[in-house]
Nanobody, 116 residues
């Protein structure tokens, strides 16, 4: 069992920055990939924003590459998403995701709203 709890969302002005955190607990040693997804309300879309493997390999959506950085603190079982140069298209509910061998785990989400 893996539990994921996101935090750090909120209201930010365009061009600003936010840092999201995902605290993982439970059987985190089974997790192969951590990632951040977002749901855009206007289009009801789910987009994989970024992912990071246990080896440290990262992958980003083209829409955020260069602006967002995913990282991890292995000792604390915490995944971060540093977001900069935010714009209105980044407004979404952001979800932490963990992929294990047999299951996928999701957090409850944290809302990011970018004021324009």
């Amino acid at each position: 069992q893996v539990q994921l709890v996101e935090s750090g969302g909120g209201l930010v002005q365009a061009g600003g920055s936010l840092r999201l955190s995902c605290a993982a607990s439970g059987s985190t040693n089974d997790i192969a990939v951590f990632g951040w997804y977002r749901q855009v309300p206007e289009n009801q879309q789910y987009e994989r924003v970024a992912s990071i493997t246990q080896s440290g390999h990262t992958l980003y959506a083209s829409s955020v590459e260069g602006r967002f950085t995913i990282s991890r603190d292995t000792a604390k079982n915490t995944i971060f998403l540093q977001m900069s140069s935010l714009n209105s298209e980044d407004t979404a509910a952001y979800y932490c995701h963990a992929k294990a061998w047999l299951r996928d785990f999701w957090g409850q989400g944290t809302q990011v709203t970018v004021a324009s």
